[in-house]
């Protein structure tokens, strides 16, 4: 069965400073990726998605990229972070064509930029 | 307008009792519906994809109009466990990509 890492689950960062946030999953090959954003209170936000190894499509314009080295890996970076980039980010995978398309969500990374 | 609208709520019901969401939303070439639920701090979890002909799992019945471009959850007898908000989802497809929009959630709390 697939399953969808995050880490860290919990992070603290002070304002300037960089940000490397991790997805892998496990147990599929080729998924369309996605990293989210929830701020408190709030709908989930697009910020990237990926379609295939080094192919990232951003939604919003912000201090914030996304790569994918791997096949099943996705990372969200920031080289100096913002007090608004705090939030709950989420990474999230679907297989194109598969089932009803559903779409499946990691355990999430709750960032604080103090 | 946005994309997918949802009542935020809170939508404070007794345990047993039977409850109904709606969500509309403004892209008439969605091509699929989801019902996601999200506990407090948690991810979203997919509750059901909503079919056309309308679907049901247990005590949760989707229904999808297409012509209203509306959705809908309905909840029967409620369980304190339903506690949660409730995440309507699209999804389009463009260019070989899907991308999925959420609705901001409707929060439920059963009530003993």
């Known amino acids: 069965s697939q399953t969808i890492h995050q880490w860290p689950a919990t992070l603290v960062q002070p304002v300037g400073s960089p940000l490397s946030l991790e997805c892998t999953v496990e147990g599929t090959s080729n998924p369309n990726l996605y990293w989210y954003r929830q701020a408190a209170g709030r709908g989930l936000q697009l910020l990237f998605y990926s379609v295939g190894i080094g192919q990232i499509s951003s939604e919003v314009p912000q201090n914030l990229s996304a790569s994918r080295p791997q096949d099943r890996q996705f990372i969200l970076s920031s080289k100096k972070l913002l007090l608004s980039d705090s939030g709950f980010y989420l990474c999230a995978w679907h297989i194109p064509g598969q089932g009803g398309n559903e779409q499946f969500f990691g355990p999430g990374t709750r960032l604080t930029v103090l | 307008r946005k994309e997918v609208e949802q009542d935020p709520g809170p939508f404070n019901v007794p345990e047993g009792a039977t409850v109904a969401f709606n969500c509309t939303y403004s892209?008439?070439?969605?091509?699929?519906f989801f019902w996601y639920r999200q506990d407090c701090r948690k991810e979203p979890k997919l509750l059901m994809s909503?079919?056309?002909s309308g679907n049901e799992d247990g005590r949760f019945t989707a229904q999808l109009n297409r012509a209203s471009q509306y959705i809908s959850l309905l909840i029967r007898d409620s369980k304190l466990s339903d506690s949660a908000t409730y995440l309507c989802?699209?999804?389009?497809?463009?260019?070989?990509?899907?991308?999925?929009?959420f609705g901001t959630g409707t929060r439920l709390k059963v009530l003993a």
């Open positions: 909503v079919y056309s």
């Open positions: 892209n008439s070439a969605s091509q699929s």
């Open positions: 989802v699209v999804n389009k497809i463009g260019f070989g990509t899907y991308k999925y929009i």
